[in-house]
């Protein structure tokens, strides 16, 4: 069966400095992943997604992912954080009525 | 309006009380999803629709209801919900595709308090 884990609960960081939260999935073929945010009392944004060719995906935001088959991981990240990232980051596996969501990450942003 | 649309956006409701939420998408898709988000835990799939057929039911209990009139509209009717259930509940839409991957998009999630 496949799984999400995202191993850090809540992290922060401070205003311009570089940002990355990791995601671990667990599946069996060539996953599809993807990565929400959500604001507090929002739905969740998609932020990019991968499912195929480069392993490196670009998203809104000024945020990236990378696709590492070898490590199963898909880690976003961002060059310089803005006080506007604070928010949930949801790594997901899958599509259609197998989606599967990890637990989330929490950002608060230092000023 | 553009995207997934949600009403209401918070509600109230008491044990016996008999309510529903409302989700609308203006994407074109055919596929609809209701989530549960409960605080500290992943999303649970609660139900999925596709071209208007019920597709999924992850083991809800029968307290709640879903309804989907046609490929834009779905409902989920509430009664003698227990205060457990409360928590935001998310609609989404994705255009599914045979053998190729679709993404979902999210409404803004209705808040219930359960009293």
């Known amino acids: 069966a496949q799984s999400v884990t995202q191993p850090d609960i809540h992290i922060t960081v401070s205003e311009g400095a570089s940002l990355e939260l990791r995601c671990n999935y667990s599946?069996?073929?060539?996953?599809?992943l993807f990565w929400y945010v959500q604001s507090p009392g929002q739905g969740l944004q998609l932020l990019l997604k991968?499912?195929?060719?480069?392993?490196l995906v670009q998203g809104i935001k000024g945020f990236e992912a990378e696709f590492k088959r070898s490590q199963s991981s898909f880690n976003l990240r961002k060059p310089s954080v803005h006080w506007s990232d604070a928010a949930e980051y949801f790594c997901?596996?899958?599509?259609?009525?197998?989606?599967?969501f990890g637990a989330g990450t929490r950002l608060t942003v230092k000023p | 309006e553009t995207g997934v649309t949600q009403t209401p956006r918070h509600l109230v409701m008491g044990m016996t009380n008999k309510k529903s939420l409302k989700c609308e998408q203006h994407?074109?898709?055919?596929?609809m999803y209701w989530y549960k988000q409960s605080a500290k835990k992943p999303l649970e799939l609660m139900f999925v629709?596709?071209?208007?057929?019920?597709?999924e039911n992850n083991s809800v209990p029968s307290r709640f209801s879903p309804e989907c009139p046609n490929s834009s509209h779905l409902f989920l009717h509430l009664h003698t919900l227990q205060p457990e259930d409360s928590a935001l509940y998310l609609c989404?839409?994705?255009?599914?595709?045979?053998?190729?991957?679709?993404?979902?998009?999210f409404g803004p999630g209705t808040r219930l308090t359960v009293l």
């Open positions: 989404a839409s994705s255009q599914d595709r045979d053998f190729a991957p679709d993404t979902q998009y």
């Open positions: 599946y069996g073929a060539t996953p599809y």
């Open positions: 991968y499912f195929s060719g480069d392993t």
């Open positions: 997901a596996v899958g599509g259609g009525n197998d989606m599967r």
């Open positions: 994407l074109g898709h055919n596929a």
């Open positions: 629709y596709n071209f208007k057929e019920q597709t």
